[in-house]
């Protein structure tokens, strides 16, 4: 293999990686606050509460938009057998991202026609069928796909196990805690008092449900069991447990110290970054768990670099007005904001 044809699907996982990692990131504390809607039935607080992500929230999809390119363009072997594979859930999955946006524009409206606490259900009700579902299709992936000469074998519901149940309900925890801890960060008063409540039960949650998955990855797949027992492997994977405990120290520590304001998310940050880079060090070098790898499944070299030349130059432009967009909306918001 010459070195193009190796190392551009190494520089296109990485890529691929980023644009994951950062959707979930932006969109995990987005959809979480929907999610909250749930807990919090104060029609004020819930005012405030969306007002933290409504000058931001619907740029967070481009991230998923261009993992799909990625996915669709870069490694088409990946996306032939993944789509079919998981059709459902990442049907539910866009489904219910397109009505939760339309419960978001619609809910203030609403209310003066009598129908503002139907769209806040569709919010809340969208925002966790979005969370569940992409924890469901990654919970699909870890458990490897049914694949007979590079295409997928086998039936629409190969997906649904408990395993990926079990995913896509740590996964809408997971986002929730994100979002509680936002508010944390962005809000004060009795809201935020109340999500230190909400973080503080929802935490031990999510790190048994992270401890529950990785711990049933490693009798899934030999392979994923050799990265985290065999060396130089461990040496890359060791530091992932050690720095989660680590951080709940901090998490729980921060949660007790009123002026706190940003810890309690920049630790769930870590946590969610700590999982997917494990993640990653697990199913490597694998697009299709467990037989298909990234250079099985990725279009000429030609075209990679083609399209390589594109992101380059569109990617940080995306990053750059994201950062912007967040610093000029940095700040706390309060009831006052609402009335703006």
């Known amino acids: 293999m010459d070195t193009a044809a190796y190392w551009l699907p190494v520089v296109w996982g990485v890529i691929l990686a980023v644009a994951i ?12 606050i929907g ?27 481009t991230w ?43 809910r203030v409206i609403g ?28 919970g ?14 086998g039936g629409p519901f190969d997906w649904l196990t408990p395993f990926s149940i079990f995913c896509g309900l740590a996964v809408a925890c997971g986002y929730t805690l994100l979002g509680a801890c936002w508010l944390i960060w962005r ?6 008092q109340k999500c230190r409540r909400w973080a503080k039960r929802l935490a031990p949650l999510f790190l048994i449900s992270i401890g ?17 027992t065999d060396m130089p492997d461990i040496l890359f994977v060791a ?10 120290i901090v998490f729980w520590r921060s949660l007790s110290q009123p002026e706190a304001h940003k810890t309690p998310f920049a630790c769930v940050l870590g946590w969610f970054l700590l999982c997917l880079s494990g993640f990653g060090i697990s199913i490597w070098p694998y697009a299709v768990p467990p037989k298909l790898t990234l250079w099985d499944v990725s279009s000429p070299p030609s075209s990679q670099l083609f399209q390589l030349v594109g992101t380059v130059i569109i990617v940080p432009v995306i990053l750059g007005y994201t950062i912007w967009s967040y610093r000029v909306f940095r700040g706390k918001v309060t009831a006052a904001d609402s009335h703006h």
Do not use: K
């Not at 990692?21 to 979480?32: A, K, N, P």
């Not at 990625?70 to 032939?80: I, N």
């Not at 809000?187 to 935020?192: K, P, R, S």
């Not at 992932?240 to 951080?247: A, C, D, E």
């Open 21 to 32: 990692t950062i959707y979930v990131v932006l969109d995990g504390f987005d959809l979480g």
């Open 35 to 61: 999610i909250l809607f749930g807990l919090e039935r104060d029609r004020d607080r819930r005012d405030v509460m969306i007002n933290t992500i409504a000058p931001t929230w619907d740029g967070n999809e």
């Open 64 to 106: 998923m938009v261009l993992g799909g390119a990625v996915l669709y363009g870069v490694f088409p072997g990946a996306y032939s057998v993944l789509l079919p594979a998981l059709y459902l859930p990442i049907l539910l999955m866009l489904i219910a991202l397109i009505f939760r946006g339309v419960a978001f524009e619609f």
């Open 111 to 138: 209310r003066s026609y009598g129908y503002g606490a139907f769209w806040d259900f569709g919010f809340m009700a969208g925002s966790f069928i979005a969370a569940f579902c992409q924890g469901a299709i990654l």
């Open 140 to 153: 699909g992936v870890i458990q490897g796909v049914s694949v007979t000469e590079d295409a997928f074998s």
């Open 187 to 192: 809000t004060e008063g009795d809201l935020q």
């Open 212 to 228: 529950l998955i990785s711990s049933f990855m490693l009798l899934i797949h030999v392979s994923y069991l050799h990265r985290w």
């Open 239 to 248: 530091p992932v447990p050690v720095l989660t405990l680590i951080l709940a």
